[in-house]
């Protein structure tokens, strides 16, 4: 069984940063990647960034460059970090785990509230 817990969100101005944090409870971190997603008020769920055991990364087109995820396989963490914030950044932030044979995300976080004011 698997557990996330995000944690790190906030209310922010923007240009500023945030750095999310998620911890995975459970067996063999390095084999899963790792997502970020978001969703905003009346939108649909996206996909922000994705992490593999290796560290390669994906980033959406709406955040290359400002945000960026990683991950310590040592202590079951993943991070996202997020610079340059904008007002349409403005969502609930969700960390999933999927195991790499598989195409989907099996487990999810609780979420947590990053709110951008511009």
């Known amino acids: 069984q698997v557990q996330l817990v995000e944690s790190g969100g906030g209310l922010v101005q923007a240009g500023e940063s945030l750095r999310l944090s998620c911890v995975f409870y459970?067996?063999?971190?390095?084999?899963?990647?790792m997502g970020w997603f978001r969703q905003a008020p009346g939108k649909e769920r996206e996909l922000v960034a994705v992490?593999?055991?290796?560290?390669?990364?994906y980033e959406a087109d709406s955040v290359k460059g400002r945000f960026a995820p990683s991950r310590d396989n040592l202590s079951n963490l993943v991070y996202l970090r997020m610079d340059s914030l904008k007002p349409e950044d403005t969502a609930i932030y969700y960390c999933?785990?999927?195991?790499?044979?598989?195409?989907?995300?099996?487990?999810w976080g609780q979420g947590t509230q990053v709110t951008v004011q511009g």
């Open positions: 992490i593999t055991s290796g560290g390669s990364t």
């Open positions: 999933a785990a999927r195991r790499i044979s598989s195409s989907e995300y099996e487990y």
């Open positions: 459970g067996r063999d971190f390095s084999l899963y990647v």
